[in-house]
């Protein structure tokens, strides 16, 4: 195609992906305050870890009926919280519908291993995002009971909804996001780029680089998100480097098989470059020369528009 269609085809697969991203949103702003069945509604599964019973001694009673609850300071403050939730949640879940519309935009540029390659890199990204969400999800109590303890019995905690559903959404993409970096590391060495021996040299100065990121990414100052983070990227760190060292012990088995084992830079690989014909014949072997061509001359007529091919050969 040309460059213009090639942006016609963009903008097709754009505006199709940003319609499954609306119709999510649509989809998620009404799940916000209605349940689906046994699945709870999505405001009781942002706002459960504030609720939980272990959290009770820390949150001020705001309700009338002594249930737990957000608190809202400005107008209009918790359409705009069902909005946000609502729309990051319809496009968590409608992921594979705008996904596959890039994913039509980018593969017919592709090869078919380079396909294949790209399907397991993108299933493996999804697994590790909701791996990560789902730790940050179960971290967040936590890290709220160490937040809200801090002032004894002299405070008690009022949380904001914009505040509060600003921070769980947060923490759940930096844990999703951050989940990816193993894998970046695992696709480098499949590609050549980084290699097991310089994963190895520098694991230390890695795993420290790990823990400064865990403490910078997380929103919230408790150790508890900032430590959890750490440690399962130590973990899926530590996966990756053994993927690669598999992966480059393979490969060097794969070289010394086939002779490259031990060649300087400047020396040629040992393959038979002897150059054969049809028949088999090798270089150095007596081959009959070929008779020369004739050229062909001008037609004689210039409505015999017939070319006699036998008088050409």
Known sequence: MSLKEHLYELRHRLGLALMFVAVGGVFGFIWFQTKLGPIPSLGELLTGPYCQPDLAKYRANISNDGTCKLLQTEPFEIFMIQLKAGTAAGAVLLCPAWLYQLWAFITPGLYSKERKFARTFVLFAAILFVAGAVLAYLVVPEGLKVLMSFGGDQFTTALTGSKYIS????????????????????????????????????????????????????????????????????????????????????????RLAEGWDGLADDEATPFDYTPSDADGKVEGEQVEPMEPVEPVGPAKSSGDRRVNYDDAT
Do not use: C
């Open 167 to 254: 921070f769980v959404l947060t923490l759940l993409l930096i844990f999703g996001v951050s989940f990816e970096l193993p894998l970046l590391v695992v696709m480098l060495n499949r590609a050549g780029i980084i290699s097991y021996e310089k994963l190895h040299k520098w694991r230390r100065g890695l795993l420290m680089g790990l823990f400064v990121f865990a403490a910078i990414a997380t929103p919230g100052t408790d150790p508890i998100s900032m430590v959890a983070l750490a440690l399962a990227l130590t973990v899926l760190f530590e996966m990756a480097i053994q993927i690669a060292r598999i992966h480059d012990k393979r490969k060097a088995k794969e």
